[in-house]
């Protein structure tokens, strides 16, 4: 009797060694995805993703295939009245003018400096272009590492007042935690600015810098007093957006994706790429329903046009996600 | 008493359960890096990485940011007596050749359908981008991956006779799965093209596709039968070589490494990049020493030339690996 309850201790403290090692699997406590309503959206994703955990299903992919990919501006986080990155711009335009009194009377720099918006929209293209240029340009990448910090840690959206980082879709932070946790590898693909993103990402979505994939500037390696710098040159390298999604894609993940979420026409390319294989793979669309707790708009707007990709979703099975009736909520700070 | 064995049982058989998740653990049955003679290089890096897995000491680091980078041709496998890629060329230029009269009559494909290396030498860079043009562009992604599977399948080292793939140095690919059992994420940065690398290196060192940085060209997304494809351009996108490793580092994995490995003043950049933060850093240098086993050059070769980054080594702190004496075995193959 003394031997075996011996026995049982020790078994016991190996039990409990064991266990210590096994507590870092995940845990789950509830049920995944809690924001999202039970509607068909939720399920259509949720048996997908047990069909590729699913060994010997028909739907199974080992880990290494469970590659999925989001976009960011609309899809992960709020894009309107304007990008994140375009209120990045406009206030550090204002924060550099004083070294810059050209730009009282140049465009758009003339127009932000007024606070009018429409005059930048003016510029188009090519005025974006420029601006970014002028405030993503011109220092080392360790001090714009700096810049977009300091920036994040109080910059406020102007229609809600609170921190962009808070302008995060909770239902979508949800997907990309239950995706991991069957074994996906969640990416960022998106047309902002690799390097205005990987220093929020792993915080807000925990996606680290090495999975965000996004348009990049020229960088060049210096020796300033000796030690190495990469400065970030006025030219453009890679835009990550609409055709350069597969491209990017490519490019830096070297795989293709089994699951890929957007929600505007820049990501119809991104959607494409991912459902053209033969396997399964699944492609879901964002679209801004709702008016009152976030914005509705697709088709007219400017920012986030939805349209060839609304058309094609239904022919080509990609699950659209209508925001007002499909999530509980939008922002974790609603009441 | 027949409680007590019942208690055992029960909590054997969830010992026993316990213990399968457990085995997913990496488990080592012997010491690191078995290849590597007992040597001041093989304490050296084993130093390091014991203190950045040491909680509370001043040299340890977080798992995200243990971030190792490895150069490629020279450094795990063999650049002599020309580039592997080179040697893919050479076969691509033969095997193409009767679609291509003209090439009978054209450097550098005249030089290579007569087996005259020297002759290629002769057309310099600008010959060697012309070649690389000509191998791997004018087809899609999906089409050069199968080419360069079926290529390392059958394809042979011109002095030994063995397949390319067995032609990477052992001792590094115990570096490889050492540094990664101790938490480190593995990466590999070489002048190569990304596309002709990936296909193999997850077989052969253990790096999955999104975890190596190379060289680029242009890809262009296409739809071929309403099929999305991407195209392979005959334009070069990225080369990253030199400086242009730090570029590549910072733009494919936003963050700076903290160990780095190189075997030539190509990879000086990667290296002052790697030990110029101010927390410990670990560089080292693959120093060809062996004529018998391998190949012995540095200063004075066309490939792989090690000058620069020689003479800096020690005043940097660099480990200068002798393969000679420091390598037991330099290639699996070997008796």
């Not at 064991?18 to 039970?38: G, I, K, M, R, Y």
């Not at 405030?135 to 840690?153: K, L, P, S, Y």
């Amino acid at each position: 009797m003394n031997e075996a309850l011996h026995m049982v201790a020790k078994i016991l403290a190996s039990l409990t060694a064991a266990l210590t090692l096994v507590a870092a699997e995940p845990v789950f406590s509830q049920e995944p995805l809690p924001s999202w309503n039970d509607t068909a959206a939720r399920s259509r994703i949720m048996d997908f993703v047990k069909a590729t955990v699913t060994e010997g299903g028909e739907g199974y992919f080992a880990p290494a295939d469970r590659i999925a990919v989001f976009d960011n501006d609309g899809t992960l986080w709020c894009e309107q009245p304007y990008y994140i990155q375009l209120g990045f711009m406009l206030d550090r335009v204002k924060a550099l003018a004083p070294q810059h009194p050209e730009w009282k009377t140049k465009e758009p720099f003339k127009s932000i400096l007024d606070d009018d918006l429409k005059g930048i929209a003016k510029g188009g293209e090519m005025g974006i272009v420029e601006l970014g240029m002028a405030t993503h340009a011109g220092m080392t990448t360790d001090q714009f590492n700096t810049i977009v910090n300091d920036w994040f840690a109080a910059a406020k959206h102007p229609k809600t007042g609170r921190l962009y980082t808070e302008m995060t879709y909770l239902p979508m932070r949800e997907l990309l935690e239950y995706l991991r946790a069957n074994g996906f590898t969640t990416y960022i693909v998106s047309g902002g600015g690799v390097e205005f993103m990987r220093p929020v990402t792993e915080k807000l979505y925990g996606i680290p810098p090495q999975q965000v994939v996004g348009s990049t500037i020229v960088t060049q390696y210096d020796l300033v007093d000796d030690e190495p710098v990469l400065n970030r040159l006025p030219k453009v390298d890679f835009v990550d957006d609409g055709p350069g999604k597969p491209v990017g894609i490519n490019k830096f993940i070297g795989r293709k994706p089994i699951f890929a979420a957007g929600n505007s026409d820049g990501d119809y390319e991104m959607l494409r790429w991912t459902t053209a294989a033969k396997e399964p793979s699944f492609a879901m669309i964002v679209h801004h329903t709702d008016g009152n707790r976030e914005y509705a708009y697709d088709r007219q707007s400017s920012i986030g046009k939805l349209d060839k990709a609304l058309d094609e979703a239904e022919r080509r099975n990609w699950l659209v996600v209508d925001m007002k009736n499909d999530w509980k909520k939008i922002f974790a700070f609603e009441q």
